[in-house]
């Protein structure tokens, strides 16, 4: 008859099995490495589709290609038989005969290019998203639960490409006297960037830890702070769907005082357009008052949610919304900036970066708040 055994006897003798980074995990993890590696590579070119697609829009560059060839586009025009044909095509639209006749073949290459670099590097993207989505799920490396997460970022990157064209197709116009891309148009365009850029980050901070972390650190996870968190995610959201509302309409350089406008309060042609409804996304006066105005209310409520923060009792958590308000803090300094200049693409364009770190910033605070990292007695992480 067995003896019986006490339960503090040690059970097995073998020695357990050292894991090692950086290989594919067996079972429900996954290559959670490598896909993170993956994701951030899919993360800065998107960041850079945005800044890439801002100077082309700084730039008046975005109406220069005239069709939209998904796949026989990649191919730039090699000869001066190819050039003269997309100067024609772009000769024939408005914005050449209102705004641009002036243009010889040499500056229409400059805008050109802009363009096409655009359009190159988000096919770039949806590359690298193909080649590496295909690659993990041929080798069956995908994480239990992330295959349709993984798909929907290609997914939504095959829906901005059709909102790009739905955008420009609203400038391409002949007889019709518009020179610009319809506003909110853009304004859609660069919202679904964001959203995309956000998905993106998200799952990155999800993929830097194990989900047995992940389910721990949820049972300590600060509601209030995600909450919070959440809200002014939200209202950041917000507000760079107004800053693309301001660029496409130029707003940005029709007031360059700061904190007036025009030397008033609020501005004297905000409601000069008929019908009234127009003026909310065409009025560069009533635009870049709302943008203001929703700016103050977004940094008022950024230092209530970073008071909260610091009352965390986990270190990278105080630090994550630390680190949301000095950009915070950074952005607005710029954005006044952006005004008093009247908006030149070198300051432009770096309000717009700010904008996504910003947005990034926000998310992995609004992430620490729902998955807090453990932290040790001495109050470093553990």
Do not use: C
Not at 259 to 280: D, H, I, K, T, Y
Not at 298 to 305: D, E, G, K
């Amino acid at each position: 008859m067995a003896k019986p055994r006490s339960i503090f006897e040690e059970v097995a003798t073998a020695e357990k099995p050292i894991a090692t980074a950086g290989v594919i995990d067996a079972g429900r993890g996954g290559a959670r490495g490598a896909i993170r590696v993956w994701l951030w590579m899919l993360f800065t070119l998107v960041v850079a589709m945005i800044a890439v697609g801002g100077l082309t829009r700084l730039t008046d560059s975005g109406l220069s290609i005239t069709e939209w060839r998904p796949f026989t586009g990649a191919i730039p025009p090699l000869n001066a038989v190819d050039w003269a044909s997309e100067f024609a095509k772009y000769q024939a639209i408005d914005e050449f005969r209102i705004q641009n006749a002036w243009m010889e073949l040499s500056d229409f290459k400059v805008i050109y290019w802009w363009e096409w670099g655009h359009r190159q590097l988000g096919r770039v993207v949806g590359l690298v998203w193909a080649v590496g989505f295909l690659w993990f799920l041929a080798r069956r490396a995908i994480p239990t639960g992330w295959t349709l997460p993984l798909l929907g970022i290609g997914v939504l990157g095959g829906l901005q490409g059709a909102i790009g064209w739905w955008m420009v197709s609203s400038g391409v116009t002949s007889g019709q006297g518009v020179v610009d891309v319809a506003s909110y148009r853009l304004a859609t365009h660069l919202g679904l960037a964001f959203v995309i850029v956000g998905v993106i980050a998200w799952y990155i901070y999800h993929m830097g830890r194990v989900e047995r972390d992940l389910m721990q650190a949820r049972r300590v996870r600060e509601d209030k702070l995600f909450h919070l968190s959440t809200g002014l995610m939200y209202f950041a959201f917000v507000q760079i769907i107004l800053g693309a509302l301001v660029a496409g309409i130029d707003a940005g350089r029709s007031y360059t005082d700061w904190p007036l406008m025009g030397g008033q309060v609020f501005p004297a042609s905000a409601f000069a357009l008929e019908p009234w409804w127009r003026n909310l996304f065409e009025s560069p006066g009533l635009v870049q008052f709302v943008h203001r105005v929703t700016g103050y209310g977004l940094v008022v409520f950024a230092v209530v949610v970073w008071l909260r923060g610091r009352k965390s009792a986990h270190v990278r958590t105080r630090f994550a919304f630390n680190a949301v308000i000095a950009a915070m803090a950074l952005q607005v300094v710029v954005g006044i900036l952006t005004v008093l200049y009247g908006a030149p693409w070198q300051i432009a364009i770096v309000h717009q970066l700010l904008a996504v770190l910003l947005f990034a910033l926000i998310l992995r605070a609004r992430f620490l708040a729902a998955y807090p990292l453990a932290t040790s007695v001495r109050g470093t992480p553990a």
